[in-house]
């Protein structure tokens, strides 16, 4: 078994509202930084596991997005691991 660090960054699927992206943006604007705009505010989770493999860490990580950490219908997330 080895151990993986894992990161997985959650965003909000393109074409659907993200109030507090709006919400970063107009606050961004207001404070005077014009020429910014499509802000998108997601999460980033990171954790660690042991797996077999790396393949066999992808797919539980993978598997723990669909189940918990992301919502497959309003979310996209991208999976980045590499050996601890």
């Given at each position: ?68 950490l992301a919502n ?10 590499e050996e601890a």
């Open positions: 078994m080895s151990e993986y660090r894992i990161e997985v960054r959650i965003t909000p699927r393109d074409g659907l509202l993200d109030p507090e992206g709006k919400a970063v943006e107009h606050a961004l604007h207001s404070l005077s930084f014009d020429g910014v705009g499509n802000v998108r505010v997601g999460r980033l989770i990171r954790l660690r596991i042991r797996a077999a493999d790396r393949d066999d860490a992808q797919r539980k990580v993978d598997e723990m997005c669909r189940k918990l497959p219908v309003t979310e996209n997330y991208a999976i980045a691991l």
